[in-house]
């Protein structure tokens, strides 16, 4: 019943930013740890970040600390991606996915997803 819309995908050159955003819907959110996945083609979906229900705690891939932040406002029931400092291997679908629980742990234990949007890094 919950469910993931993510937008704010685009073509953007190396070095620039974008900002994507994830809606949440059909349940509360605050019960959530909410992460963002990418998927390139050919290659396997990998964890880009994920934020606790309450935004007190995240992590980050290697590949994105000190390029990407997520963020979450549950007023107004949405987590973004700040990227920047934009790299070609950040091309990719982005999908933002829900687990039910306090902390990080629920990051791994994930029960929606949405349908994502695509960022493409080129010159």
């Known amino acids: 019943q919950l469910r993931l819309v993510e937008s704010g995908g685009g073509l953007v050159q190396p070095g620039g930013s974008l900002r994507l955003t994830c809606a949440v819907s059909?349940?509360?959110?605050?019960?959530?740890?909410i992460g963002w996945f990418r998927q390139a083609p050919g290659k396997e979906r990998e964890r880009v970040s994920c934020?606790?229900?309450?935004?007190?705690?995240?992590d980050y891939a290697d590949s994105v600390k000190g390029r990407f932040t997520i963020s979450r406002d549950n007023a107004k029931k949405t987590v973004y991606l700040q990227m920047n400092s934009l790299k070609p291997e950040d091309t990719g679908i982005y999908y933002c996915?829900?687990?039910?629980?306090?902390?990080?742990?629920?990051?791994?234990?994930?029960?929606?997803w949405g349908q994502g949007t695509l960022v493409t890094v080129s010159s």
């Open positions: 934020i606790s229900h309450t935004g007190g705690s995240a």
């Open positions: 059909g349940l509360p959110m605050d019960f959530y740890a």
């Open positions: 996915a829900a687990g039910l629980g306090g902390g990080l742990g629920p990051c791994n234990y994930l029960d929606a």
